[in-house]
């Protein structure tokens, strides 16, 4: 399948990062992702936090959103009104879902493709059932986990997946109570990483958005040196959108 949507620049949010619709100036961006969507709604993580530690920040909220039809309902309007292509990114826990989200946002011309959130835990066969179920009239992106994205790649690329993209990394850290707490992991710190990711990805052949540790107009040059076809934005977007690169 050709990957047919054009991100120029080759900059976008990482979704999570931006909301459902963009509250701030997008200017630099080539492309907008929505913060990640299930078929129902969600509500947030009973122990959401955000844990700081040197190099990153770990966070866990549990992806609270309103469901898709809600969100559709809400921002399809503003997503038209913007003049940078719109990526749903999209949570299923299974193909039956998937389907009928696809089928939703394939209604809306505002939107350009769907990026497809896996599972951190997610194996070979659930990853290729999620993916040919969203790869439909719009180019699908799938979100791999950063810490296996090579074992996964060539199977969701051969089930319809354009591209991927990678997904930030889990780990944990004791909470106030002592508690240990599960999250995703955000910050400098994993640029090396995400790097070697996606230099891997490239020597396979497989087309990647590189993402992680980004903190600097350096790292972008480096993600697009080695290859990648776009790189995605995460918390520094939070330090006052590009302007918070160094």
């Not at 399809?76 to 009104?81: F, T, V």
């Amino acid at each position: 399948m050709k990957f047919d949507l054009t991100i120029s620049p080759p900059l976008m949010n990482a979704a999570g990062t931006l909301g459902f619709a963009p509250v701030v100036e997008l200017a630099g961006l080539g492309a907008f992702i929505t913060n990640p969507l299930s078929l129902g709604s969600r509500m947030p993580a009973q122990s959401r936090a955000a844990l700081a530690f040197p190099g990153g920040i770990l966070i866990h909220s549990g992806y609270p959103n309103p469901g898709l039809k809600a969100v559709i309902r809400r921002y399809a309007r503003r997503w038209s009104n913007l003049n940078i292509p719109v990526i749903v990114h999209l949570l299923a826990q299974n193909r039956d879902e998937m389907v009928r989200m696809v089928r939703m946002v394939e209604e809306i011309d505002a939107v350009s493709a769907v990026e497809i959130g896996l599972p951190p835990e997610a194996g070979v066969e659930l990853a290729v059932e999620l993916v040919q179920a969203g790869a439909g009239e719009k180019p699908a992106i799938a979100r791999l986990p950063l810490g296996h994205s090579l074992g996964l790649a060539e199977a969701v690329i051969r089930a319809g997946a354009a591209a991927v993209s990678l997904g930030a990394p889990r780990g944990a850290l004791p909470a106030a109570d002592g508690r240990l707490l599960r999250g995703r992991l955000y910050g400098p710190a994993f640029f090396p990483q995400a790097l070697a990711a996606v230099q891997a990805l490239v020597g396979a052949g497989i087309p990647v958005i590189g993402a992680g540790g980004i903190y600097r107009r350096s790292d972008i040059e480096a993600m697009l040196a080695a290859g990648a076809m776009a790189v995605q934005l995460d918390t520094v977007l939070w330090r006052g959108g590009l302007q918070g690169l160094s």
